[in-house]
């Protein structure tokens, strides 16, 4: 216990005295509760993807696919505007396709998986399914990810495309010269044989490892210790797709990211990014500016990157599949 004594004169003001026991001990200390702040929940907002999903569904557009054979060159056109459709189909006739035509995005990958064309012509806003879903659908499955989509849109949208493994994107609308550019973007996607990818790794057992891991996946790879070496061998040889060993990200490394993206010509050379670190938010955003797909080392990862390089190279699955078409080899000696 204690006392509180007040003395208080007019004019003078008050006095307080505060008197404490000699024998004040830890019983009688006055305990303040600990207030615990109970942690707020970090709030973790999820980006929904925008859906491109038309509502309106036209009616069908008749095509050739009752008069396919197996010797015939197919292109799929998925397109929800008809009259567009029709043009398009005009066109590979006269270049001697076939034309099959989808005005839904779920129909169109079903007609990818029963036809095997050897190219797509992908429209992004679609009934059922927009062209994203389509892409992404069509890239992560084995039998129709060697596919070259040639995306066309009135959205502005060619960096999506490339990332998604499109071969080209052009806007809507466009003249019909451009047609004849969007079919010979396709059928070089289709001609090149073997395709080239350029290994960039300073250690060199990694890199023998990994060339050998790709090499029996027919593809043709050159391997380069640094970015003056890899700018050198892009320049001097002709290379599909890039693979670059980053390790720990650092300024050398996005360097050469930046350089190989600003170099003329090499824009929208597909990049896949090998490390061995498990990157934070703000990396993998930083990376993504420049790169197309990010691998994390991983006991699978050579596999892996081989994955991510078919959808970029329109690589044919190895494997024989029940009812699969004639190989695009034994097609390709018919495109011009």
Not at 206 to 228: D, F, R
Request: hydrophobic letters at 40%; proline letters at 4%.
């Amino acid at each position: 216990g204690g006392n509180i004594h007040l003395e208080s004169k007019e004019g003078e003001g008050s006095t307080f005295t505060l008197t404490i026991p000699a024998d004040f001990n830890d019983k009688n200390e006055i305990v303040i509760p600990e207030v615990i702040q109970k942690p707020q929940e970090e709030t973790v907002q999820t980006v929904k993807e925008e859906r491109f999903i038309v509502s309106k569904i036209p009616a069908d557009v008749a095509d050739d696919r009752d008069n396919i054979t197996t010797l015939d060159k197919t292109i799929l056109i998925i397109e929800d505007d008809t009259f567009f459709a029709k043009t398009l189909l005009d066109f590979a006739r006269k270049r001697d396709y076939k034309g099959l035509v989808a005005v839904r995005g779920d129909v169109g990958i079903e007609m990818a998986l029963k036809y095997n064309p050897l190219a797509i012509l992908l429209d992004i806003q679609l009934p059922i399914k927009d062209g994203w879903q389509v892409m992404d659908e069509l890239k992560s499955n084995p039998l129709t990810r060697h596919i070259p989509v040639h995306i066309m849109s009135s959205l502005s949208a060619k960096r999506e495309s490339l990332q998604k493994g499109a071969v080209d994107f052009i806007n809507k609308p466009f003249a019909l010269e451009h047609m004849k550019l969007i079919f010979e973007k396709l059928e070089h996607a289709l001609s090149k044989n073997p395709k080239k990818v350029l290994i960039v790794e300073e250690n060199k057992q990694h890199a023998e490892a990994l060339s050998h891991y790709l090499s029996s996946a027919k593809l043709q790879t050159i391997v380069a210790s640094n970015i003056n070496e890899s700018i050198e061998a892009l320049q001097r040889k002709e290379v599909d797709c890039v693979i670059l060993d980053m390790g720990i990200p650092d300024k050398t490394a996005y360097e050469t990211l930046e350089t190989i993206k600003k170099s003329d010509g090499l824009e929208n050379l597909p990049i896949i990014i090998f490390t061995g670190k498990n990157l934070s938010k703000g990396e993998e955003s930083r990376i993504k500016q420049y790169a197309d797909s990010i691998v994390v080392k991983t006991a699978h990862s050579y596999q892996r990157i081989l994955d991510e390089a078919a959808v970029f190279l329109h690589l044919v699955e190895e494997k024989d599949h029940k009812g699969k078409q004639p190989s695009k080899s034994e097609t390709l000696q018919n495109v011009s």
